[in-house]
């Protein structure tokens, strides 16, 4: 017995029946460290793309040794860094919070990456224009820069929230339960594995299509077209 259901394997279709509910909870935990991740992954790429391409060397030459340690290092190392050693240090944080943390850190650094192509795209003459206009360097970054760098960079930036959506299972090492572990733990009650990794499969399946889906949406409607410039 598990979660309160009983497993009857003499029928598959039944049993997969009586175990998506489950897979649903699990599938809602993914969806959930997908998203929390992507979103700590999208803003900090941007603060370190924005401190990567700072003139001065004293700021650029940090950010790119921290990003360069994020690409090289696997994210089961960068999460038990933050499971295990980070309370050493007095700070605690929940399992999800965690696992969610650190995808969002490890992707950070491809992202900024993604940032830094799109912010190059932009013409030089549009940030000379806004200086021209006495524009402020952040308000033109925040609001001519940025806003025409981020359409172009949609593509990028959907293909690492399907990345981030497919590293979540390597989260169940801090015992959380994602939907694969949720469907290893049926399994190894149920002696039954072929049935609730199918499920998976097909879950997984689904998001992705949805994700992709909605990235090809976003980057036919959203304007890719400067903006014009007003004193």
Known sequence: MLFG???????????????????????????????????????LGLVLAALKSARLRLIAWPAKVFTEFLRDTPLLVQLFFLYYVLPEYGLVLPAFLTGALALGVQYSAYMSEVYRAGLESITHGQTEAARALDISPLRTFGVIILPQAIPRIIPALGNYLVSIMKDVPVLSVVAILEMLNVARIIGDRSFNYMVPLTMVGALYLILTLIASAGVRYLDTHLPKRGIPLRG
């Open 5 to 43: 259901i009983e497993w009857n394997t003499a029928n598959d279709w039944v049993f997969a029946w009586s175990i998506l509910p489950i897979l649903l909870r699990g599938m809602v935990v993914t969806i959930q460290a997908t998203l929390l991740g992507f979103l700590v992954g999208a803003v």
